[in-house]
């Protein structure tokens, strides 16, 4: 059982938008860690692709945006492209449990 | 550019032990603190163990407290996992990856990985 909590899976046709929660506590969204987003495509090492809740590294396109709202956080992808289908990770820190922590991942599948 | 290898992964028995390196390129290794974080087949990502820049603070979950030990050598630019008392639930791909500048430095770059099996 993941400290933060995201949909196993989303899926979406080319050209749509897509958003995946990452639902956590007050312990860590809610007390304002800073979130990461990470994308995982098959058979590959995470990349980071969202930092700080909102922050793009550079070489990540545009379409790809994080939020945060009390204890959650949403990423969403727009323009949705055959390329993205990966699965996506949150992170964030924890103080109850002096801890970095994930999320279960998301399936992400472009229908 | 940073460039993250995994090595020393492989077969080992339950209650067994091994030892993971990452050899570290492309930066200034001894500027930044680094995570070792493990993924199971088929699982999400799970945090293993953390180090700052100059060694002096180790950190970790209660998964692993006592069985794992994170280490480095800066001269070498190396970033070391010392695992004992094995169990199957360890069995996964470990990555190392590159702290970020911040005072709870994230995962920023990561390694391809070595995988680890517990079997007997």
């Known amino acids: 059982q993941s400290v933060l909590t995201q949909p196993p899976s989303v899926s979406g046709a080319p050209g749509q938008r897509v958003t995946i929660s990452c639902t956590g506590s007050g312990s860590n969204i809610g007390a304002d860690y800073d979130v990461q987003w990470f994308q995982q495509l098959p058979r590959t090492a995470p990349k980071l692709l969202i930092y700080?809740?909102?922050n793009r590294p550079s070489g990540v396109p545009d379409r790809f945006s994080g939020s945060k709202s009390g204890t959650s956080a949403s990423l969403a992808i727009t323009g949705l492209q055959a390329e993205d289908e990966a699965d996506y990770h949150c992170q964030c820190y924890d103080s109850s449990l002096n801890a970095w922590v994930f999320g279960g991942g998301t399936k992400l599948t472009v229908l | 550019q940073v460039q993250l290898v995994e090595s020393g992964g492989g077969v080992v028995q339950p209650g067994g032990s091994l030892r993971l390196s990452c050899a570290a390129s492309?930066?200034?290794?001894?500027?930044?603190?680094m995570h070792w974080v493990r993924q199971a087949p088929g699982k999400g990502l799970e945090w293993v163990a953390f180090i700052r820049y100059d060694g002096a603070n180790q950190y970790y979950p209660d998964s692993v407290k006592g069985r794992f030990t994170i280490s480095r050598d800066n001269s070498k630019n190396t970033l070391y996992l010392q695992m004992s008392n094995l169990r199957a639930e360890d069995w996964a791909v470990y990555y190392c990856?590159?702290?970020?500048?911040?005072?709870?430095?994230?995962?920023?770059?990561w390694g391809l990985g070595t995988l680890v099996t517990v079997s007997s």
């Open positions: 990856a590159k702290g970020s500048i911040s005072w709870l430095p994230h995962p920023e770059s």
């Open positions: 492309g930066f200034s290794f001894s500027d930044y603190g």
């Open positions: 700080g809740g909102s």
